[in-house]
């Protein structure tokens, strides 16, 4: 409660400058007795040069004129200075520090030369008097004073925006790596859950079918699930160690697959009943585990399509590489019918991750459905192999 009487208090600048102009009266009124004036006119001079401070945050070019105004009617009383000075001083402070640069020097310029003229006239004192000297000094003093005052809270306030953009840019940085991330397992799981699942789905109902009448071809077809299913445990929980993997550690010995590992893909889907043909050209360029590992990805995502929709269940996969890229195409016919054209795309996810996952390593993918055959054209970065070096003699 207290906490928050006082955050009131302070909050409201009427209410402290109130009582710092009643501080400041309280120090005036002995020195305008110390000058011999009387209990009347300086409590009115006090007044005149006091008051004003009141709004010195809030209007401070009606402060600096209401406390010159006072000091000049006390110095036109007394024929010298008063010690409404220093409230002049207070109230120049006050407006270069609220006001801008160059309306702070202009209102202090006007309100200065006033009050050096003033004095000048009324005491009569010379110019380069010492006494008319340190005036100046003091007024040229609270200006300066309270321009570097403003200069100083606005370099904390830009240091504070800055932080806070900062801080702003690390929360949106860390959400969209949140983001990517889910993506990329999302990625992760389909191509490796969908591919099994096909040749699973596949097998069993073959199994199904043949177990009575061929139970020898049930026995290769149940052989192939527990082959498929045994590879798609092990491929998730390479996955899920990764992701337990606290950071720094040293990475898995069982590596993600990549396109070195493609034979065994193809022999897996030829076990599987789809015939495919590879042809692979010279390989000029090296590939990074990441291209590598994306170019697999979307040769079984795209072979896995080839399983579920081509008519017949056959396909082609071709690796070339040429002005330091690979291209991967996998090409699988399709009836001319509307309806299988139509179903040759699934759910359109499997190859939206393929899309996603090329732009991932800085490629593209095209899709091309023709009238008779499904064809998925990659273009991934590759890298130019360097020379070896001559041994040391």
Known sequence: MLDGIRGRVLGNPLLVDGSLALVWAALIVPAFFRQGVSVWPATLFTLLSA??????????????????????????WMMEPGPGIVCCLVALYSEAVSAPRTRALITGAIAGTTIQVFTLVVTGVRVFDPANLMLIAWLGAAIAVGDA????????QAIKDRALRAERTREAEASRRVVEERLRLARELHDIVAHSITVINFQAGAAAHLLRREPDAAEAAIEHVITASGSTLAELGTMLTVLRQPDGETPLPEPMPTLDRLDDL?????????????????????????????????VQESLTNAFKYATPRTATVRLSF??????????????????????SWGTGRGLLGLRERAASVGGRLDIVEGREEFSVDAFLPALPVLPALPAKP
């Open 51 to 76: 008051a004003p401070l009141t709004v010195r945050r809030t209007v401070p070019a009606a402060a600096l004129a209401g406390t010159t105004v006072g000091y000049l009617v006390a110095l036109l």
């Open 149 to 156: 005052t403003r200069n100083r809270r606005a370099y904390i």
């Open 266 to 298: 193809l022999d897996g889907f030829r076990a599987a009943g789809l015939a495919v043909d590879i042809q692979r050209g010279d390989r000029t360029f090296g590939l990074s585990p990441a291209v590598s590992m994306a170019g697999y990805r979307i």
């Open 322 to 343: 040429a002005a330091h890229r690979l291209r991967v195409s996998v090409v699988n016919p399709v009836t001319p019918t509307e309806e299988r054209r139509h179903s």
